[in-house]
């Protein structure tokens, strides 16, 4: 029997007029903007192996997915300023990283239908903090949110599954000419500096070592600043104590006030509605480790938080 197997995949940046498009045999590429906010989508379809009947040839990883759940095409948003896991190339204006290629290679693996759209600074569509929001995800713009770490506070809005990267450990840094050296000497109107909609915020920090930690000594910065940002602060004495991972960069000249401490639940993941289920792409993710893609593509992006096979074959997001 004689088969044939295609694959067609694209880039897109959603906006109102195409910019360019080039093509090459097999694949189609193309860029669009609309409006201030990027939406690099990364597209997919596999056309399975036709055999003579007609019949498309489904991939064997996901023999139980129900077919209303293979025909959907899933929709991954990404964040940007995450190198190298998610972010705009300056110089190419793509969106790459790590995840893209994770995302590509787990659902060519079980055959199914995803794209992605980099949503750049716009991580309050994901989840909004403060009034507890998740647009993107409730309004079903896309279907989960790509590298979210578990937490008791978001699993109260949402859910989380597919494990795909340990998240780090958190301390609490200050600098040497404040002279504080344990939790009990941070006392009211020192001010801690938190990096906004990263899971190591003041609800942890309060859970962990600063139970009294008022909200007028907070400051969060700006996420796309970045954590090299919120270690300058500390430096020239903006903020007197930063909540940052555990051995960041920058960080040997510091002290620790007290010792790491974990803000999460669980390895980051994948973030959505409570209502779908996406523990596929986990199953994909795992057979792409059982073929060496998985740690290939840690290995070509210089990973270093990559899980374990055993990690991936046993860790479960708690609902």
Not at 182 to 195: D, L, M, S
Not at 196 to 209: F, I, M, P, W
Request: hydrophobic share 40%; aromatic share 12%.
């Amino acid at each position: 029997m004689n088969r044939d197997s295609r694959l067609f995949y694209g880039f897109m940046e959603v906006n109102i007029e195409i910019l360019f498009k080039r093509t090459w045999p097999g694949t189609d590429f193309a860029v669009e903007k609309t409006g201030n906010m990027y939406a690099i989508v990364f597209m997919m379809a596999v056309v399975g192996a036709m055999g003579e009947t007609g019949e498309t040839c489904r991939s064997p990883l996901l023999p139980d997915l129900a077919p209303l759940l293979r025909e959907k095409t899933w929709l991954f948003a990404l964040e940007g300023s995450w190198q190298p896991y998610s972010y705009l190339d300056q110089v190419s204006g793509q969106a790459r990283g790590f995840l893209y290629d994770l995302i590509y290679e787990a659902c060519l693996r079980c055959d199914m239908k995803c794209k992605t759209v980099f949503i750049g600074d716009n991580l309050q569509t994901c989840l909004n903090n403060i009034n507890l929001t998740a647009e993107g995800l409730f309004n079903d713009y896309f279907d989960g949110c790509v590298g979210w770490a578990p937490t008791a506070f978001r699993k109260n809005i949402l859910a989380f599954s597919a494990p795909i990267l340990k998240s780090p450990m958190a301390r609490l840094y200050t600098r040497e000419t404040t002279k504080l050296t344990t939790p009990e000497e941070v006392v009211a109107g020192k001010i801690v500096g938190f990096r906004s909609y990263v899971h190591l915020d003041e609800l942890c920090l309060r859970a962990n070592l600063l139970p009294n930690l008022r909200d007028q000594d907070i400051r969060h910065l700006a996420f796309t600043m970045g954590w090299e940002e919120l270690i300058r602060q500390l430096e020239v004495k903006e903020i007197d104590l930063a909540v940052l991972p555990d051995g960041y960069p920058g960080t040997d000249d510091f002290v620790a006030i007290g010792g790491p401490f974990s803000c999460a639940d669980g390895p980051y993941s994948i973030m959505h509605k409570k209502s779908k289920d996406l523990s596929w792409f986990g199953k994909c993710v795992q057979d792409l480790n059982e073929v060496g893609r998985y740690r290939t593509l840690c290995t070509n992006y210089d990973i270093k938080t990559c899980l374990t096979t055993n990690d991936l074959m046993t860790s479960r997001v708690a609902p």
